[in-house]
């Protein structure tokens, strides 16, 4: 009797909380591309990464700073625009050229004046607004959020920054979108209160960040076909490298303890077999 009624509120229990997670609408499971960097040998695709940067550049940088990323980091190894020629990316002119195309805000040193400045490899990625005030005032309130670790920061990681990105689609009929936000399927949120149709309310939530992207928005100078679907991809992993910049590094580092691990286990073994072949146990 007793273990049938556990059952039972097990059961009531079960239900509620999956009708709970019904009604607060799960995103859609982000869309999972081949990453070059998947995997213990995984590596960055240096052109992807370029495109990246421009897609960044060109569009996101409009509203996103990345304040943990300095031009130089460009320049790194397992960078975007790493040249063995230039082992130290302060001397990189690509690097340099790059940064000087950006202004930045500084103090004249003589005048104590607030000045703009053609950035050096050693200034950070700027943000597009003087504060946090102006930069929610062109948002119509909402904040774009830094961009520099948001990769790691959101769970799904480049699989979601990219289905987010490219998963912009018309709202389905029924559903109220406040002025100001935009449906996305891969958004977090709920949409019970604004879904006047039948049934469940559909996945996903509203951002206040109008689709940034567009077929042909960015010219790809090496000629890779700048779809949305593309452009996407690539600032997402692009998005990666600037939160993992050292990922390969990493990897490389990982195996090779491995193998270390590997040959002195084999080593300590005969070792063992020598050491106690004489004694009976
Ligand atoms: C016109 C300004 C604007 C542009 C351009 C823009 N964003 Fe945003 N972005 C925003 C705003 C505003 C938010 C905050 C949205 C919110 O809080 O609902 C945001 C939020 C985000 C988020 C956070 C989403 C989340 O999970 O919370 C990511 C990631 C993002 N933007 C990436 C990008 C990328 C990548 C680009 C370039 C391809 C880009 N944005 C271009 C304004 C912009």
């Known amino acids: 009797m007793l273990r049938k009624a556990i059952a039972l509120a097990a059961l009531g229990l079960a239900l509620v909380a999956g009708q709970a997670a019904a009604a607060s609408g799960h995103p859609e499971e982000p869309k999972q591309p081949a990453w070059s960097f998947e995997g213990p040998m995984g590596k960055f695709d240096k052109a992807q990464l370029q495109r990246g940067y421009k897609v960044y550049r060109e569009v996101c940088a409009a509203c996103h700073a990345m304040h943990l990323v300095s031009f130089r980091n460009l320049g790194q190894k397992g960078g975007p625009f790493y040249d063995a020629e230039f082992r130290n990316p302060n001397d990189n002119p690509y690097v340099k050229a790059l940064a000087a195309d950006i202004q930045v805000p500084d103090i ?140 390969e590094e990493r990897k490389e580092f990982g195996l090779g303890a491995m193998i270390y691990l590997l040959l002195f286990s084999i080593i300590l073994w005969f070792s063992y077999r020598k050491i106690w072949k004489n004694v009976g146990h």
């Open 108 to 247: 004249d040193s003589e005048t104590g004046d607030t000045i703009q400045r053609a950035a050096t490899p050693a200034d950070r990625f700027p943000s597009p607004f003087a504060n946090e005030a102006a930069a929610r005032g062109s948002n119509g309130g909402a904040l774009p959020p830094d961009l520099s670790v948001i990769a790691k920061a959101r769970t799904g990681g480049p699989d979601y920054l990219y289905s987010l990105l490219s998963g912009y689609h018309t709202p389905p009929a029924g559903l109220e979108v406040p002025p100001g936000q935009f449906y996305n399927p891969y958004m977090p949120g709920d949409l019970t209160a604004f879904w006047k149709g039948k049934g469940h309310a559909p996945a996903g939530g509203f951002i206040a960040m109008p689709p940034p992207l567009a077929d042909g928005k960015v010219t790809f100078d090496d000629g890779a076909k700048s779809t949305v679907d593309q452009q996407a991809k690539d600032v997402a992993a692009f998005l990666y490298w600037a939160a993992e910049p050292k990922m």
